[in-house]
């Protein structure tokens, strides 16, 4: 029987209870904030309306994001597998989970070889930057892009999900400096991202001096991972720990205003909490050049390729007719659209 490293096996738990268990964050996103000025003459045709972009060298039809979610696993592998045909068929990004199970145990790096399925998408390798103090290098980083022919590497920041695990890496002092050192080695962009909790201004412009391409914000507003280390739990004591941060972190539409105030010369990438393509909208118009889904989509491809080609037509159209009625004929005009911030207090999530 094939041994199961302990890497594998909480990768295993996390997509279970993502597909089984409400994990979402107690706070919104902060899109809800934010509204547009619909304009009821666009002097545009809805057929006119281009939502393409070009980004590290890779087409896109629209500005959407596959966010990094699964694999190590022979279910993460199917859902790899959807996700990665329905990014090729509609022409979108996509970013796997973290590697470090297929570094580990070279068996199943199978699992996230997803280029057979989708030779010409935007794709993103992904590790923990945090490993880069436990004995990771410019190499493993390497042979993470390597392993999947990505276009760039992510590398993920996650301080509360580390100390919500009983067997977390913890040790985060002195990363920032191996960031920088991965960010001028490395052949391909990278990327920094969040997984929940969002990028402060600081964080912003400590990536910036530190070189990286792109900052994914990840910020407050759809999967809570503390809620997920919660349902993970062995022992009352962690669980009580993990549920006090239901409501942590910055909302993502917030950390993105922070991130394009902070580091204005860095892309940033907006995911956390989006749902709709009106959501899609709101994030270029406040900056960003990528916007991310993961839940939806998660769920989706659970069910079918056909299911996740679905969720993201409906997301891309959405944020079709969004510029059609405020009269931005590309994602340019968009990001000159005007956005009016409506102060609310943050309320839970609808069900």
């Not at 859902?79 to 297929?102: D, K, T, Y």
């Not at 993103?124 to 892009?145: E, I, K, M, P, S």
């Not at 994602?331 to 102060?343: G, M, N, Q, V, Y």
Request: glycine share 8%; charged share 20%; proline share 4%.
């Amino acid at each position: 029987m094939k041994k199961v490293t302990p890497t594998e096996r909480r990768k295993d738990e996390h997509l279970r209870i993502n597909l089984e268990q409400d994990v979402r964050s107690s706070l919104r996103s902060g899109f809800e904030r934010y509204t547009f000025l619909h304009q009821a003459l666009p002097e545009l045709n809805l057929e006119d309306i281009d939502t393409r972009l070009t980004l590290f060298g890779r087409a896109l039809q629209a500005p959407l994001l596959i966010s990094a979610m699964t694999g190590g696993t022979r279910e993460a592998a199917r859902i790899n597998q959807r996700l990665a045909e329905a990014a090729q068929h509609l022409g979108l990004a996509m970013g796997v989970g973290s590697q470090r199970a297929a570094l580990e145990n070279p068996a199943v790096a199978s699992t996230f070889q997803v280029r057979r399925y989708a030779p010409d998408i935007l794709l993103f390798a992904n590790l923990g930057a945090v490993q880069l103090n436990y004995g990771y290098t410019v190499d493993h980083c390497r042979r993470a892009v390597e392993m999947i022919q990505a276009d760039a590497l992510v590398l993920h920041l996650n301080p509360l999900q580390e100390a919500l695990q009983p067997e977390g890496d913890t040790r985060f002092a002195g990363l920032l400096r191996k960031i920088e050192a991965v960010a001028r080695a490395l052949e391909v962009p990278l990327i920094v991202k969040e997984v929940g909790w969002g990028i402060s201004p600081q964080v912003a412009r400590q990536l910036a001096d530190a070189g990286v391409a792109a900052i994914d914000v990840a910020g407050a507003g759809g999967t809570s991972w503390s809620q997920v280390e919660m349902h993970r739990a062995r022992t009352a004591f962690h669980a009580q720990v993990a549920a006090a941060f239901a409501d942590w972190g910055i909302p993502t539409a917030e950390s993105l205003r922070y991130v394009r105030q902070a580091a204005p010369h860095v892309l940033a990438f907006a995911s956390g909490g989006l749902r709709t393509g009106v959501d899609v909208a709101k994030a270029i118009a406040l900056g960003a050049t990528l916007a991310g889904f993961a839940g939806p989509l998660l769920r989706a491809a659970a069910q079918s390729t056909e299911a996740a080609i679905e969720a993201l037509r409906v997301l891309h159209q959405q944020l079709r007719v969004t510029m059609f009625v405020v009269g931005a004929r590309d994602l340019d005009a968009l990001r000159r659209t005007p956005l009016i911030r409506r102060e609310a207090p943050q309320q839970d999530n609808a069900p």
